[in-house]
């Protein structure tokens, strides 16, 4: 899942680097030789561990099942970080506050982040020292709080104590005990956070960091093809090996991943384009995201939340809007208005 035309875990290694953290385990279930290809035995100077989950484990399962392949020293620090998310932390500043509450008896630390919207995520109910009093999963009414998990804990070895060799949660089981023997504190972080599992949040942290990144200036990176016609509205972001048509607006908030083909009065704006996407002349691709190679027929528009997957093939003058969702390799023929997946 690429961040600005790079691999999410490839920001989290290299925040991990910068914390001085020495090794990372990953635990791995789907797509696991892919990420041992990728990411080998070593990424930014951070040694790798591969924990492979036989199945589904939960969000606990996996951390018990990596219990093996950590040597932790009395003094050292566990971070455990959930996949799909971005952020800005400063990794060495949540261990920090961690060993601050190790001293008044805290097992986990877990980061917490303020949201408006609480219904999708983990609430937590916090005390002025900073322990958490209650831990809500995914509350239903209305809360006090609009702290929620964030996804990264910071840990002493005492969790894998807490957690069954089984399909576990986390949310629901563990950190409701450890809540219960008041050994559960927060910490909250006031910076850059998404879940990019989420289509809205994914959009969001590709412009932030596009913006950040890019400025005022598009960014290319490598090199682009493209004339004078051509109108580029920063934010955005230009993949090695980009063509892009006479006549096409690219941007603002645009991130095109590399080789990437644009043919002549093409617009892209609030998108995020991956690797190998051909499009002809005069499409439209507006707060949508293009799966890798996908082929856009001349005229085809892509707009309003609408997620097509790798190597599907949109046919010319085809519209497709409101949440459309089109699963990878498949042939699109007729419009359609979502909400809607095409299988």
């Not at 969790?159 to 950190?175: C, G």
């Not at 956070?193 to 289509?199: L, Y």
């Not at 996908?294 to 497709?320: F, M, N």
């Amino acid at each position: 899942m690429p961040i600005a035309n790079r691999a999410l875990l490839d920001w989290t290694f290299e925040r991990l680097s910068w914390a001085g953290v020495s090794e990372v385990v990953l635990a791995v279930n789907y797509m696991a030789e892919s990420l041992r290809r990728y990411f080998g035995r070593e990424r930014y100077g951070v040694k790798v561990k591969y924990s492979v989950e036989p199945r589904a484990m939960g969000t606990g399962g996996p951390v018990k099942l990596s219990e093996k392949l950590i040597k932790l020293e009395e003094e050292e620090t566990l971070l455990i970080m959930n996949g799909d998310i971005w952020c800005d932390l400063e990794f060495s500043v949540l261990e920090a506050a961690h060993r601050r509450n190790v001293s008044r008896g805290a097992v986990t630390t877990i980061t917490l982040y303020e949201v408006k919207d609480v219904s999708r995520f983990g609430v937590v109910e916090l005390k002025p020292d900073g322990r958490i009093a209650a831990f809500h999963e995914k509350p239903s009414g209305r809360v006090k709080s609009r702290l929620i998990n964030a996804g990264v804990y910071a840990s002493t070895s005492q969790i894998f104590s807490y957690i069954e060799p089984r399909r576990t949660s986390m949310e629901l089981e563990v950190f409701p005990r450890l809540a219960s023997e008041k050994r559960l504190y927060g910490f909250q972080h006031k910076g850059e956070w998404g879940d990019v599992g989420k289509f809205e949040d994914y959009l969001k942290v590709n412009f932030k960091v596009a913006e950040a990144l890019a400025g005022e200036k598009p960014r290319v990176e490598g090199s682009a093809e493209y004339n004078s016609t051509v109108k580029l509205v920063p934010p955005v972001i230009l993949g090695d090996g980009v063509k892009l048509g006479s006549g096409s607006r690219i941007g603002p908030n645009a991130i095109l991943g590399c080789n990437v083909k644009v043919g002549e009065n093409c617009q892209i704006s609030n998108s995020v384009v991956f690797d190998g996407v051909e499009m002809e002349g005069d499409c439209l691709v507006k707060g949508s995201i293009l799966g890798e190679e996908v082929l856009l027929g001349r005229e085809a528009k892509i707009t309003g939340g609408s997620v097509i997957g790798d190597l599907s093939i949109i046919a010319p003058k085809v519209k497709l809007s409101r949440k459309v969702y089109v699963c990878p390799r498949k042939e699109v023929n007729k419009p359609a208005l979502g909400p809607k997946r095409i299988v």
